[in-house]
């Protein structure tokens, strides 16, 4: 901390008087059979060099104060230059993080509202290919349709085939039965009348080997 001027010449008055009062009693006993007179006129002379000294040592500290007041004045203006010049830097990384936040804001804004487009696409697709699948699935049930009404038609003309084979064969049993009837009551008469013609050969045998004894 530098000292003001009057602080100074208070402490230099306040060494003078000091020693102007205390300087028999000091110095008494240091140079034993001189005059007093003498020795007080050479202290004079030393006090006038201490105060010329303690007055250059003062304007030296004065000076050295001043020098330091303008080195500290000249650091506090480096230390505000480079305060303004962070300040501005750090503003300047301010403005371009906030411009870079601003970019990528914007950047998945876009990417949002692209992905946003792209899902409405997507979802068109889909709804696209669900009404066409529907419509095929619509298709296939009509031709599975009309495939069963194929097949009982089919099923239909099978149980006719089926009946009229049916009766055919009921008729062809009918008529098989009837022949075989037919044919077995031939074979009984013939094997009647084989018996009867066989009955009057031995008949006749028999009367003809009785004429000729």
Same mark, same amino acid.
């Given at each position: 901390m530098a000292l003001q001027p009057i602080e100074l010449e208070q402490i230099t008055s306040h060494v003078s008087q000091q020693i102007k009062t205390h300087w028999a009693e000091w110095f008494?006993?240091?140079?034993?059979?001189q005059p007093l007179a003498m020795y007080e006129i050479e202290m004079r002379e030393r006090i006038v060099r201490v105060e010329e000294e303690? $007055?250059?040592? $003062?304007e030296l500290m004065q000076q050295g104060f001043s020098l330091m007041d303008? !080195?500290?004045?000249?650091?506090?203006?480096?230390?505000?230059?480079?305060?303004?010049?962070m300040n501005? !830097?750090?503003?300047?990384?301010?403005n371009r993080f906030e411009a870079i936040r601003e970019d990528m804001n914007k950047r998945f804004e876009a990417m949002r509202e692209d992905m946003n487009k792209r899902f409405d696409a997507v979802d068109k697709r889909f709804d696209a290919m669900r009404e066409d699948m529907n419509k095929r699935?619509?298709?296939?049930?009509?031709?599975f349709e009309a495939v069963d009404k194929r097949f009982e038609a089919v099923d239909k003309r099978f149980d006719a085939m089926r009946e009229d084979m049916n009766k055919r064969f009921e008729?062809?049993?009918r008529r098989m039965d009837a $022949?075989?009837?037919?044919?077995? $009551? !031939?074979m009984d008469r013939f094997m009647i009348w084989s018996f009867g013609m066989t009955?009057?050969?031995?008949?006749?045998?028999?009367?003809?080997?009785?004429?000729?004894p």
């Open positions: 008494s006993d240091k140079i034993p059979g303690l $007055r250059h040592q $003062r303008k !080195r500290f004045e000249a650091v506090d203006k480096r230390f505000e230059a480079m305060r303004e010049d501005k !830097r750090f503003d300047a990384v301010d699935f619509e298709t296939v049930d009509k031709r008729q062809l049993e $022949r075989f009837d037919a044919l077995t $009551r !031939r009955v009057a050969a031995t008949g006749t045998v028999i009367s003809v080997l009785k004429l000729f």
